[in-house]
């Protein structure tokens, strides 16, 4: 097997097999996508394309829409409405990441089967990404798919834990 190089990086991961309900997990990924998930970000996309935000300052316009957001998420909370999700029977927690791969801390893969997941991402604004990933071995997985904008995420996500491990690399050589 290949070199696979990864970084610490402390992320939980509900998942299941693949074969056990592919239409509901392909059906649930395509709605994880942002165009169904995210209205507000599709009004602002939309506007951009018109030429509506030239005048704007991107930054507070970001902003404005994370609270529209979050507002949205608060409403849902009041109202006892949560987002309609596949029941997945398996939680893990990941120990590595990497561009294409992440390892799990325990062995509970089976190597060649395909699987379906969603993995809550830390960056801001928070939100679950859904992605189809194969069994290299017991832990560690290859990922097959996931949406555009997700792989942007997942990246931005390791290049700052990549940024986070260097530093605190210099700090032990400077405490020696």
């Not at 951009?48 to 609270?67: C, H, N, Q």
């Not at 190597?111 to 017991?138: H, N, Q, V």
């Amino acid at each position: 097997m290949e070199k696979i190089r990864l970084i610490p990086a402390p992320l939980e991961i509900e998942y299941d097999e693949a074969a056990v309900n592919p239409e509901e997990f392909e059906r649930e990924f395509q709605k994880l996508n942002e165009t169904d998930e995210d209205p507000i970000g599709q009004w602002l996309k939309l506007a951009k394309a018109r030429g509506e935000t030239k005048e704007t300052d991107p930054v507070l316009l970001y902003l404005l829409v994370e609270l529209h957001r979050k507002v949205d998420r608060l409403t849902q909370i009041v109202e006892n409405e949560r987002p309609q999700r596949v029941a997945l029977s398996r939680h893990a927690r990941i120990e590595a990441i990497g561009f294409e791969h992440f390892r799990l801390e325990r062995e509970e893969l089976r190597p060649g089967t395909l699987y379906y997941g969603r993995i809550m991402m830390p960056l801001f604004p928070k939100r679950e990404i859904g992605l189809w990933f194969k069994a290299l071995d017991s832990r560690t997985a290859h990922i097959e798919r996931m949406h555009e904008r997700d792989e942007k995420e997942w990246s931005q996500y390791l290049t700052a834990r990549e940024r986070v491990m260097i530093r605190e690399i210099k700090q032990k050589r400077e405490s020696q």
